[in-house]
């Protein structure tokens, strides 16, 4: 799907290359789906497509948070209240695509009010 030019001159490679998701979204989309389970830095690496050279770095991160528990050589969903609701929030989301379809971001933006134009 084509992007408007300014998106194009004003975003990172990376966002581009991921639509718009961060490598930490990545991460813990995937321990979402998962929680469950525990996986190894290099099972959510290959799962996520995150380059090695950014997975510790983005897993230390969200354990600084509370978002994801480290035990060993393996990582697993956090148990904090953020995680539980991010978790909720992502199943929510899967089911309506499910039922729906995934939002066109350009077609909602044709339909969305412009406050500037109504002032």
């Known amino acids: ?22 490598n930490a979204e990545r991460v813990m989309r995937f321990l979402a789906t998962h929680p469950e389970q525990a996986f190894t830095q290099s099972e959510i690496r290959d799962a996520t497509d995150v ?39 992502l199943e929510s989301t899967r089911a309506a695509n499910d039922r729906f379809g995934e939002e066109d971001m350009d077609e909602w933006l044709e339909h969305a009010v412009d406050d500037e134009a109504t002032e």
């Not at 799907?1 to 639509?19: C, K, V, Y």
């Not at 090695?52 to 393996?74: F, M, P, Q, T, W």
């Open 1 to 22: 799907m084509p992007i408007d030019i300014e998106t194009f001159e004003s975003s990172t490679t990376e966002h581009l290359q991921n639509n718009g998701e961060t």
């Open 51 to 89: 380059k090695a050279g950014s997975i510790s770095v983005v897993l230390s991160r969200l354990e600084d948070r509370d978002l994801v528990r480290h035990k060993g050589n393996y990582w697993a969903l956090g148990e904090d209240e953020d995680v539980a609701s991010y978790t909720s929030m």
